[in-house]
């Protein structure tokens, strides 16, 4: 995992997968997380790592409307910094107060 991150869960270890370019290791993780219903926050990051930005959205959208705990951590750590720039991303910083 990159200097930052939170480290721990499958959603992490999906992260470090598609760095490592073992993408069918990351799409496997994201399997067990769903049919396991793990909390949003889990899955938007995998989603995010996976590079799809729409799901990723949704799943953090869900945590941060249902106040999740962790939540600044996973807007803030460096995998997720490429979705930055997108608006629907900048307003979930916004909403629980860490600069866009």
Not at 53 to 60: I, K, V
């Amino acid at each position: 995992l990159k200097r930052g991150a939170p480290a721990g869960g499958p959603e992490w270890r999906a992260c470090a997968e598609v760095r490592a370019g073992h993408r069918e290791k990351a799409e496997a993780l994201l399997e067990q997380q769903l049919s396991a219903a793990r909390p949003p926050r889990h899955l938007g990051v995998t989603y995010a790592c996976l590079g799809d930005q729409d799901r990723a959205l949704a799943f953090l959208e869900k945590t941060v409307s249902q106040d999740q705990p962790g939540v600044a951590a996973v807007l803030q750590a460096p995998e997720l910094e490429w979705m930055r720039p997108h608006p629907r991303f900048a307003m979930l910083r916004k909403r629980i107060n860490l600069n866009p």
